[in-house]
T-cell receptor, first 111, second 113 residues
Framework: QQPVQSPQAVILREGEDAVINCSSS?????VHWYRQKHGEAPVFLMI?????EQKGHEKISASFNEKKQQSSLYLTASQLSYSGTYFC????????????FGAGTTVTVRA | DGGITQSPKYLFRKEGQNVTLSCEQN?????MYWYRQDPGQGLRLIYY???????QKGDIAEGYSVSREKKESFPLTVTSAQKNPTAFYLC????????????FGDGTRLSIL
């Protein structure tokens, strides 16, 4: 089942912060985050594999709350290059390669 | 430089026609995937393959077919049974077992003539 992302879209000024949430109705064992710029391929940002794990990619970080079946992506001190659509992908346990992706959150960072 | 190559970038299909989208990777990845992307719907999995000569249906496999005869190649055929094929198609690959990053190609945009 597809995870639910919120908000659908967010507009920021450079230097502002934002949070994107990814929730699942099923138990979560892993969460992937990707960013896609318009007309381009999605690019991998990070994977969180354990409940409570937090990771970072430059000033973009993420947390994984296994109990709440939710992951959050934090954009800190946003830059123009952060603009794009962010997707979370949720994975089951073990060797199954199949991810279910959310509908995406479009982030627009303005000068 | 390693990566995934999708071709063509743009493709037009006539009514009743089958078309094949190419996906080649030189990353030596075991797993390959095909996704369909429609506006506002994110990425939906069509088919995936964990090893050569084996593949599984994803969430929206009807009207599509694939083959995996070589590790580096995973072509997708959009058949005439797919009544609404207009979309952006993305191929991806990943290495190893379990949760690994997926690397995406630049996509093929398919339209109906």
């Amino acid at each position: 089942q597809q995870p639910v992302q919120s908000p659908q879209a967010v507009i920021l000024r450079e230097g502002e912060d934002a949070v994107i949430n990814c929730s699942s109705s099923k138990a979560l064992y892993s969460v992937h985050w990707y960013r896609q710029k318009h007309g381009e391929a999605p690019v991998f940002l990070m994977i969180l594999l354990k409940g409570g794990e937090q990771k970072g990619h430059e000033k973009i970080s993420a947390s994984f709350n296994e109990k709440k079946q939710q992951s959050s992506l934090y954009l800190t001190a946003s830059q123009l290059s952060y603009s794009g659509t962010y997707f979370c992908g949720t994975g089951p346990r073990g060797n199954d390669y199949k991810l279910s992706f959310g509908a995406g959150t479009t982030v627009t960072v303005r000068a | 430089d390693g990566g995934i190559t999708q071709s063509p970038k743009y493709l037009f299909r006539k009514e009743g026609q089958n078309v094949t989208l190419s996906c080649e990777q030189n990353l030596n990845h075991d797993a390959m995937y095909w996704y369909r992307q429609d506006p506002g719907q994110g990425l939906r999995l069509i088919y995936y393959s964990q090893i050569v000569n084996d593949f599984q249906k994803g969430d929206i496999a009807e009207g599509y077919s694939v083959s995996r005869e070589k590790k580096e190649s995973f072509p997708l055929t959009v058949t005439s049974a797919q009544k609404n094929p207009t979309a952006f198609y993305l191929c991806a690959s990943s290495q190893g077992v379990g949760n690994q990053p997926q690397h995406f190609g630049d996509g093929t945009r398919l339209s109906i003539l």
